[in-house]
Every structure is written in structure tokens, then in C-alpha cells.
């Protein structure tokens, strides 16, 4: 089990950037895929993006691509998203979410995700 704490969000007007930080701790954080998944009120929770473990490989969801970038530091055991040209769309409470399993694949659903933070508010002003 790993344990994971979100932080960065905040309020910031449309068209602005967040960088959002999430810290691990617990079991070895090199051996975990990472993802940024959220959820926007009275919706269920969405895939945003994901890096593997094995390669740094990522991969998001259409609605970010081109706006947003998730990184990894395995020295800080430390998963980041940045998000630039924030749009009204993107309000949502973000997640951090830890699932092993095989190095090879890109995993974006809540359920293959065993350890989860605790979400950080992003809000975007008109």
C-alpha cells in the first residue's frame, strides 16, 4: 500500500496554469503506474491521464491532450500534472491514484486503481 497526498490546486482564472504535486510514501514508489483522475460535481469520476512505471510512458484523455503533462519523479516519489489554458470545464476535486500491475499497460479506469489521496479543489474563474 502506498499513501498519497495531493496539493497545488486552487482558484485561477480561465486560460490560466495549476501544477498540481502529488507525494507518495509507503512501499517503493518506482514500482507503481501513476494517474490523475477527477471528479466534477454530480459526475462520476474521470481518467485525466497516466504515467507507467516502467518507461515513463503517458497518456491522457482526449479533453487535455496538447494542455496538460504528467511527470514523475521517482527521487521525490512525487507525480505532478501540469495544466495550462485551464478552461471552466476543468473544475473538478483532482486525484492521485497508485495501481501496479503489468509495466506495459496504460491503465484509466478508477477500478484498476488500488490506492488513492485524498483530492485537491481546482477551480477555474470565467
Known amino acids: 500500500q502506498v499513501q498519497l497526498v495531493e496539493s497545488g490546486g486552487g482558484l485561477v482564472q480561465a486560460g490560466g496554469s495549476l501544477r498540481l504535486s502529488c507525494a507518495a510514501s509507503g512501499r517503493p514508489f518506482s514500482t507503481y503506474h501513476m494517474a490523475w483522475f477527477r471528479q466534477a460535481p454530480g459526475k462520476e469520476r474521470e481518467f485525466v491521464a497516466t504515467i507507467r512505471r516502467s518507461d515513463f510512458s503517458t497518456y491522457y484523455t482526449d479533453s487535455v491532450k496538447g494542455r496538460c503533462t504528467i511527470s514523475r519523479d521517482n527521487a521525490k516519489n512525487t507525480v505532478y500534472l501540469q495544466m495550462n489554458s485551464l478552461k471552466h470545464e476543468d473544475k473538478a476535486v483532482y486525484y492521485c491514484?497508485?495501481?501496479?500491475?503489468?509495466?506495459?499497460?496504460?491503465?484509466?479506469?478508477?477500478?484498476?486503481?488500488?490506492?488513492w489521496g485524498q483530492g485537491t479543489q481546482v477551480t477555474v474563474a470565467s
Open positions: 491514484a497508485a495501481t501496479e500491475g503489468h509495466r506495459y499497460y496504460f491503465y484509466t479506469s478508477p477500478g484498476e486503481y488500488s490506492d
